[in-house]
């Protein structure tokens, strides 16, 4: 039985979005919400409206080749409608996160582990079963629905269960190495479990921070794996900085180095458009901006909102070559999102 109580504080936010009047502008707390334009708002619209179009006679999101129907992307694409402020029947779009709900709920096994049929088919489960608990866990922080979080103790109960020896994870629950991209997806998931209210224990937490800590370069970068891939990389150090903020390191030497690192990309410039990776990069590089605050929000957010407008097509989505346009137009929301406030893991 979802719990009434959190939607009106979500009607709240959103006629308070609505109103600019209403904030005002030596509120240092909603300095954030002037960087929200007409035009951002006409064309997140636009996009989540394609995005609706999108959604699958099951409730999943996702054609293209390996990640058809993969819970993950689909997880994705619910958390850039429950980023908009629907929730499940409520809302512009409370159908589509509900029938997105029901479908990542589906894929849920008996021993946790979130994971569709044809999984051979695609890369990396793990990432699947991160994005997707990140959603669940979303969906239950502002819901308390009782169904949804028996399933999402299962799924943090698997990532808990999971870490291995170095203190991350990787591609699949018994892989003995890790890999920082996969640990980061685990890492946000129990992040926001925790912030729903699940247990998660500090001695996990403890671990992964290690974990990432000990994978970071001198020049504040991060290597894929502790003992290879030693060459820093934009998306995955955003990623790692991100990761660390929300596993409850705020300030020391490693998050210094690791926005001075990130300052180097900032959106517009050549070292960010020329890259792999590109919505995957934008959109743990906002929220690291996002938990610095300051200087580099207030510069990070405008340059990448006026890139990824520029970037969108005449039917309001964006493409990615690999995944497809449903992950493109979901990643690309989500960054445009994050001054809404709506999900609780983009919530300093």
């Known amino acids: ?138 969906v239950y922080g502002m819901t308390e629905d009782k169904g949804v979080r028996d399933v999402l103790k299962r799924a943090v109960d698997l990532i808990v269960s999971s870490q291995n020896d170095e203190g991350g994870w990787r591609y699949d629950p018994g892989s003995q190495d890790a890999d920082v991209s996969v640990t980061v997806c685990q890492a946000m998931a129990l992040r926001a479990a925790r912030n729903a209210g ?69 959106p517009g410039s050549v070292q960010s458009r020329n890259r792999k990776y590109y919505f995957y990069a934008q959109y743990y590089a906002v929220q690291a901006a996002w938990h610095a605050d300051g200087d580099l929000w207030r510069k990070w957010f405008p340059a990448v909102r006026d890139e990824l407008l520029m970037m969108q097509r005449a039917d309001g989505s964006w493409m990615n070559a690999g995944i497809g346009p449903e992950y493109a137009t979901a990643m690309a929301l989500l960054v445009l999102e994050v001054p809404n406030g709506f999900l609780p893991i983009f919530q300093r």
């Open 1 to 138: 039985m979802s719990h009434p109580g959190r939607y009106p504080l979500i009607l709240s936010l959103l006629l308070l979005l609505a109103v600019p009047g209403s904030v005002t502008a030596d509120d240092d707390r909603f300095d954030h919400r002037r960087m929200i334009t007409p035009e951002l708002r006409q064309n997140v619209d636009r996009g989540l409206a394609w995005l609706a179009t999108r959604q699958q006679a099951d409730g999943s999101f996702g054609l293209r080749s390996m990640y058809r129907t993969n819970p993950g992307v689909s997880g994705l694409c619910g958390l850039a409608f429950l980023a908009s402020g629907s929730v499940p029947d409520r809302g512009p779009y409370g159908d589509v996160v509900r029938r997105t709900l029901d479908y990542v709920m589906s894929c849920a096994t008996p021993t946790g582990y979130i994971i569709e049929g044809n999984a051979e088919y695609y890369h990396g489960p793990m990432y699947g079963h991160g994005f997707a608990t990140l959603f669940l866990a979303e």
């Open 198 to 266: 699940i247990a998660v224990p500090k001695e996990t937490i403890d671990r992964c921070v290690d974990y990432l800590k000990k994978c970071q370069n001198p020049d504040g970068g991060f290597r894929y794996q502790m003992f290879r891939g030693a060459e820093s990389e934009f998306a995955r150090s955003a990623a790692c900085v991100v990761a660390l903020y929300t596993s409850g390191v705020h300030e020391g030497p490693e998050i210094e180095r690791g926005l001075d690192y990130l300052r180097g990309f900032l």
